[in-house]
Structures are given as C-alpha cells and as structure tokens.
C-alpha cells in the first residue's frame, strides 16, 4: 500500500510563497497521476493541481492558475506544490493524493491514496 507525507506548510503572509512536498513510500506511484486538494474549515474538498505519471501534462483549478505549479520527480519518489502570491484564500489543509490511472485526475474518486495533510495559513 502506498503512504504518502506532506511537508511544507506553514503561516505566511499574503504574496509569500511556499513549497509543498509530497513523499510516498513507494515507486510504484511513479505510474500514475498525483494530486492535490485542500480542505478550508466548514468546506469539502476540493481539487487543486493534477500531474500526469510523467510529469507532461498538468491541470489546475482556476483559482490558482499562473501562482501554483505542480511537479514530480520519479526517481525520488515526490510531488510537489510551488504556490506563490499567496492569498488569503488559500488557507486549508493539503492534501496529496496518488490516483489510479496515468492521465490526470480531477475528482477525488479517481484517488486510491491519500496523505495526512499539512496546514497552509495565509495571514494578511
């Protein structure tokens, strides 16, 4: 089964960045797409970047396009989130996830694997 460990968040202000780490325990995530979603409080979860199992094709929701880019380095094992001009917003837990499939993935049904989380707060 693959485990999967975010790191990387943290309290910022607004217009800083931060740089999300996913690590799973496992190459065989290397075949398939990888995901992140947020959840803020009262809210559900929801999509925010996907990557294809290469790396070739990504996907973004609309409110992060242009200051969020999601990565993947197979040969380590990790996704990452570079999030820059961060916004109020963004505050919410991250949350990566590993899918079932090569392609990109925007629902969460399309997820086997999901991660513990990490906090991302934006203060003004």
């Known amino acids: 089964q693959v485990q999967l460990v975010e790191s990387g968040g943290g309290l910022v202000q607004a217009g800083d960045s931060l740089r999300l780490s996913c690590a799973a325990s496992?190459?065989?995530?290397?075949?398939?797409?990888m995901g992140w979603f947020r959840q803020a409080p009262g809210k559900e979860r929801e999509f925010v970047a996907t990557?294809?199992?290469?790396?070739?094709?990504?996907y973004y929701t609309n409110s992060v396009k242009g200051r969020f880019t999601i990565s993947r380095d197979n040969a380590k094992n990790m996704v990452y989130l570079q999030m820059n001009n961060l916004k109020l917003e963004d505050t919410a837990v991250y949350y990566c996830?590993?899918?079932?499939?090569?392609?990109?993935?925007?629902?969460?049904?399309?997820?086997?694997?999901w991660g513990q989380g990490t906090q991302v707060t934006v203060s003004s």
């Open positions: 496992e190459g065989t995530f290397s075949s398939v797409a």
């Open positions: 996830a590993a899918g079932r499939t090569g392609p990109t993935a925007r629902e969460r049904w399309e997820y086997d694997y």
């Open positions: 990557i294809n199992w290469n790396g070739a094709s990504a």
